[in-house]
């Protein structure tokens, strides 16, 4: 489970030009949800996502992710975190072009340390569930935009993570290959995977079971 309590976050705190992107935000995401958070550009969804992700900190409030509070961890624990509990899926893909499909799904096993034998099954498996398996030796620089976003995915979700967390994953791609993919992160919701997903687009807001607006810094 995740819970924001209080949370506040300010960019170059205490300087002169400080700008408080997050102000006093709590949310709770239980295990098993499919969460939409919505709002403008400016709104301070990427913010959130960043935080929620482990990739920023805040200087305000309380960030649980089961049972473990993240403010003020190292930076080794946090990146531990980061491997273990959470999938992150992007806009842009992130992926290595000039890997194979398999390759880009493996790297977060390498940050693991799974054993050696092991990353083939779990990445292979990985792809199994995003519909791409025969695909593993393709390089990703031949794939399509959709393809390119399930290898995104089963690189996301290899670890098993905690929780998957979707940056604008439709932003880049087709009206159809949209609809696609958001018909796979809910099937991944119904297999029991928690879902938050950041969008601007109220189509693939609607398709999650609960929606959160986030506006001026706050949640509205």
Do not use: W
């Not at 239980?30 to 992700?53: R, V, Y």
């Not at 990985?126 to 399930?150: C, F, H, T, W």
């Not at 995104?152 to 670890?159: F, G, P, T």
């Amino acid at each position: 489970m995740i819970s924001i309590k209080s949370l506040t976050k300010t960019y170059n705190y205490k300087k002169s030009n400080a700008f408080t992107a997050l102000t006093d935000v709590s949310l709770t995401v239980e295990d098993g949800e499919m969460l939409a958070i919505i709002g403008k550009s400016g709104a301070g969804k990427s913010t959130l996502l960043h935080i929620i992700g482990c990739i920023d900190t805040f200087e305000k409030g309380e960030y649980i992710i089961d049972d473990i509070s993240v403010h003020k961890l190292s930076d080794k624990k946090l990146a531990k975190i980061r491997n273990e509990k959470v999938g992150i899926v992007m806009q842009d893909f992130a992926l290595v072009e000039e890997y194979t499909v398999l390759e880009n799904v493996k790297i977060p096993l390498y940050f693991a340390k799974k054993r050696k034998r092991s990353l083939n099954t779990l990445a292979l498996s990985a792809l199994e569930k995003v519909g791409i398996r025969d695909l593993a030796k393709k390089s990703v620089n031949k794939l399509s935009g959709g393809q390119k976003q399930r290898v995104a995915i089963a690189r996301a979700i290899v670890n098993d993570p905690s929780f998957i967390l979707a940056d604008e994953p439709t932003g880049a791609l087709d009206t159809k290959t949209s609809a696609e993919i958001i018909e796979l992160f809910k099937s991944l919701n119904n297999d029991g995977k928690t879902v938050i997903i950041i969008t601007h687009d109220p189509t693939v807001a609607e398709s999650c079971k609960r929606q959160i607006e986030i506006s001026d810094g706050k949640i509205t």
